[in-house]
């Protein structure tokens, strides 16, 4: 088998993969960026995005592919974290603006986009295999089914998200603190959905609610992975507690979800190492946050801006690229976790409960 040849293999096209590819092909570096999912709007989950995906939108030259996918402003955050009536937590004073709501699927598919109009090869359905290093980069092989794939890489970054594909298997390991999921399910909207993400927490764990494009809802229970059972009967579970949620119950209505429930890992995490001679881990796969901090998808855009510099870096200077990237890594993971512990011990009024004492406590 001939290997295709390239300076930079991306194994993963999530935002985190598909900026970093469009920044280094615009930068004129040959990059292959590749991904499991063969099917470009397979539903994706994770549609709240901060104000600042503004400012960096627009830095990446994408805010008016952006605008066309008509996202829906998002004007804040209706909490009863630790509250029993609801506190808006608005953007107005924000300086830039509103944050959005979009559908996932286009607005990743959006970034694959820009990735290949830059020069990127592309290659969907395709999932890792074996990786090794050898002479001055590594060879990498795609996984079953055939025919296989094979690269010559002098680079190459695991943008994999929580599975962190590439990095385990060029020996990092991953630590997990917890074992939160998210089970989601979609709506179709209220005639008044309201514009401002919902968080309400109760005795088992704590739901987001949130306004989509095109009339839809996304509401996802969040929740111990213990302390769910996927079966034939986790809908009616999924419906009684949506109805023991009052405010999400009122804003998704008593319909029961346009599609199957989908059910996804949320855990907060990281590798131990996020980078080495020619390799580097970005976005969710060097760092996984809980979704609570509704900033996983800007910082992922973020660590490709980080990731294109070191890449780009002369190669008498790399090792001290690498080592000051892996130390803004692990100031951001350290920040990340001081914030979600003082946050999950605010919700005092189910303390007692498993799932918040699982939460509060190291995993
Ligand atoms: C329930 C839930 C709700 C969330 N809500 C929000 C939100 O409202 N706002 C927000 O900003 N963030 C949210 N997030 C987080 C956000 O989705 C992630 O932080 C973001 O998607 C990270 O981007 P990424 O590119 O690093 O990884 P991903 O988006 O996960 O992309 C990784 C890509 O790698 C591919 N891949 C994986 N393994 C392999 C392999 N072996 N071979 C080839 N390809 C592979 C996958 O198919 C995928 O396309 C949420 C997360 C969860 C779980």
């Not at 088992?204 to 229970?221: D, E, H, I, K, Q």
């Amino acid at each position: 088998m001939c290997a295709k040849r390239t300076r930079v293999l991306i194994v993963g096209a999530g935002p985190a993969g598909a900026t970093l590819a469009c920044l280094l092909a615009r930068a004129g570096v040959d990059v292959s960026l590749i991904d499991r999912q063969s099917d470009d709007h397979a539903p994706r989950i994770g549609e709240t995005l901060p104000p600042a995906i503004k400012p960096l939108l627009l830095r990446l030259g994408l805010w008016e592919a952006f605008l066309r996918d008509e996202p829906l402003p998002s004007y804040g955050v209706q909490s009863l974290w630790g509250a029993d009536t609801p506190e808006l937590y608005s953007f107005i004073a924000n300086p830039h603006g509103s944050g959005f709501h979009v559908r996932r699927e286009c607005f990743d598919a959006m970034l694959r986009r820009a990735a290949r109009e830059a020069g990127a090869t592309l290659s969907l359905g395709i999932r890792i295999g074996a990786v090794e290093r050898g002479g001055r980069g590594f060879r990498i092989t795609s996984a079953g089914p055939r025919p296989q794939r094979e690269w010559s890489a002098d680079w190459v970054v695991d943008a994999s998200g929580r599975s962190a594909a590439m990095a385990r298997k060029l020996g990092a390991t991953q630590k997990r603190e917890d074992r939160l999921i998210g089970v989601v399910g979609f709506f179709a909207a209220n005639p008044e959905p309201g514009r401002a993400m919902l968080i309400e927490p109760i005795e088992s764990g704590w739901w987001y609610t949130a306004p989509l494009p095109a009339n839809r809802v996304v509401s996802a229970f969040m929740t111990d992975a213990a302390l769910w059972t996927r079966s034939a009967s986790q809908l009616d579970r999924w419906q009684r507690l949506r109805h023991s949620a009052p405010f999400t119950a009122q804003r998704t209505g008593t319909e029961r979800p346009v599609r199957p429930l989908l059910v996804t890992q949320a855990h907060s995490g990281h590798l131990t190492e996020v980078c080495g001679p020619g390799w580097l881990a970005l976005g969710d796969a060097a760092i996984c946050r809980d979704p609570l901090s509704g900033g996983g998808v800007y910082e992922a855009m973020r660590g490709a801006l980080a990731a294109s510099e070191v890449i780009l870096t002369a190669p008498d200077s790399q090792a001290r690229a690498l080592a000051d990237y892996s130390a803004a890594v692990r100031r951001a993971l350290s920040a990340h976790l001081t914030t979600r512990r003082r946050y999950y011990a605010l919700e005092t009024r189910f303390a007692a409960a498993p799932f918040w004492r699982r939460m509060t406590q190291a995993y």
